[in-house]
T-cell receptor
């Protein structure tokens, strides 16, 4: 699986937007970009995924660079409940491919 | 109709003992995954089941680790002759197919003393 690079940690204030970056310069044409997050003492949970176009859902937005070598997860208004470790993962969408987690970005949200 | 259920939530065992960790996936999910997570690290892949068969067991660290899913639903991760280095949170996940989003349980925290 292609490798992703994320900052170790980021800080935000409540009610403010958060932009979590991910670099994946070795991404291949068949790799989807997945984001999961892990709240304290919980298992990871799915956030969003995309291939080329920007994606929106009720949890977040995913902005994908035109060359696909980087992407940004956007939380439009951070809440205290969004404090978690966010993982950016590349996953091939043909045949079998597991989720390979890195260390992720720990997001700290202050009131 | 809840999510992925893992039991027990905590397990303390003595070095050298045998342990079994259970995973109840979401009903109808054909894909099931086991991961292991050490403190400060992301989850590490252990094994993947498609139905009853282990389609990928490349993440199992050694032959003390074994997992089964005999009827394509509940899965059990078995660890023989436990070592202190096996202490970690063991996570189970299931998904409808091998390409759809994975749903994780809350994990079993295993402590080997």
């Amino acid at each position: 699986d292609a490798k992703t690079t994320q900052p170790n940690s980021m800080e935000s204030n409540e009610e403010e937007p958060v932009h979590l970056p991910c670099n994946h310069s070795t991404i291949s044409g068949t790799d989807y970009i997945h984001w999961y997050r892990q709240l304290p003492s919980q298992g990871p949970e799915y956030v969003i995924h995309g291939l080329t176009s920007n994606v929106n859902n009720r949890m977040a937005s995913l902005a994908i660079a035109e060359d696909r070598k980087s992407s940004t997860l956007i939380l439009h208004r951070a809440t205290l409940r969004d404090a978690a470790v966010y993982y950016c993962i590349l996953r091939v969408n043909s045949g079998y491919s597991t989720l390979t987690f890195g260390k992720g970005t720990m997001l700290l949200v202050s009131p | 109709g809840a999510g992925v259920s893992q039991t027990p939530s905590n397990k303390v065992t003595e070095k050298g003992k045998y342990v079994e960790l259970r995973c109840d996936p979401i009903s109808g999910h054909t894909a099931l995954y086991w991961y292991r997570q050490s403190l400060g690290q992301g989850p590490e892949f252990l094994i993947y089941f498609q139905g009853t068969g282990a389609a990928d067991d490349s993440g199992l660290p050694n032959d003390r680790f074994f997992a089964v899913r005999p009827e394509g639903s509940v899965s059990t991760l078995k660890i023989q002759r436990t070592e202190r280095g096996d202490s970690a949170v063991y996570l189970c996940a299931s998904s409808l197919t091998m390409r759809t989003e994975a749903f994780f349980g809350q994990g079993t925290r295993l402590t080997v003393v």
